[in-house]
């Protein structure tokens, strides 16, 4: 069983920073990513990255996210700056076992408004 503790969501000001983190726990994982979804839109990917360090970003966040991983913890962080109103959603810590389908964490909400 798969179980994420996932932290860092809020209220930030445009411009600002917000960093999300994610432990996950349960298995070794191939891959950790970030999704998100905001009111009335489908969940798109935000960044993932692998066990070996390959990351893939979306281009609306590239340059201003980065993501990173500690795999002795189990963990993916989410470093988010210039935050503009548009990053507003629900965004949802992912993690895939190495022989496992993808695991979603439960969501932590990013509010971006002055």
């Known amino acids: 069983q798969v179980h994420f503790v996932e932290s860092g969501g809020g209220l930030v000001q445009p411009g600002g920073s917000l960093t999300l983190s994610c432990a996950a726990s349960g298995s070794v994982f191939r891959l950790y990513g970030w999704y998100r979804q905001a009111p009335g839109k489908q969940r798109e990917l935000v960044a993932s990255?692998?066990?070996?360090?390959?990351?893939r970003y979306a281009d609306n966040v590239k340059g201003r996210f980065t993501i990173s991983a500690d795999n002795a913890k189990s963990s993916v962080y989410l470093q988010m700056s210039n935050l503009r109103s548009d990053d507003t959603a629900t965004y949802y810590c992912?993690?895939?076992?190495?022989?496992?389908?993808?695991?979603w964490g439960q969501g932590t909400q990013v509010t971006v408004s002055s």
């Open positions: 990255i692998t066990f070996g360090g390959e990351i």
């Open positions: 992912t993690a895939a076992p190495i022989n496992g389908d993808l695991y």
